[in-house]
Nanobody
Framework: QVQLVESGGGLVQPGGSLRLSCAAS????????MGWYRQAPGKQRELVAD???????NYEDSVKGRFTISRDNAKNTVYLQMNSLKPEDTAVYYC??????????WGQGTQVTVSS
């Protein structure tokens, strides 16, 4: 089992920045990919960005150039630096971890609200 604890959400004005963190514990040796998803009201959960244990990254098109995902394997933590935030980035952001054998784990979610 893997436990994920997120932090860093909040309210920010358009154009502002936030940094999300997600710390993993438990059977962390089994984790390959970690990432962030988001779900806005009335919409499906979507992938924002993910990163493999080797450092390969993948971003959803609308966040490319604004968001940066990084990972500290020594601390078992993944980060999402979000710059130039827009109102349409408002959502609950969920941390996700994928095991080498395919099991998925989710954090509890953290609210990000972009509003003036």
């Amino acid at each position: 089992q893997v436990q994920l604890v997120e932090s860093g959400g909040g309210l920010v004005q358009p154009g502002g920045s936030l940094r999300l963190s997600c710390a993993a514990s438990g059977s962390i040796f089994s984790i390959n990919t970690m990432g962030w998803y988001r779900q806005a009201p009335g919409k499906q959960r979507e992938l924002v960005a993910d990163i493999t244990i080797g450092g390969s990254t993948n971003y959803e098109d609308s966040v490319k150039g604004r968001f940066t995902i990084s990972r500290d394997n020594a601390k078992n933590t993944v980060y999402l630096q979000m710059n130039s935030l827009k109102p349409e980035d408002t959502a609950v952001y969920y941390c996700n971890a994928v095991e080498t054998l395919g099991g998925h784990y989710w954090g509890q979610g953290t609210q990000v609200t972009v509003s003036s």
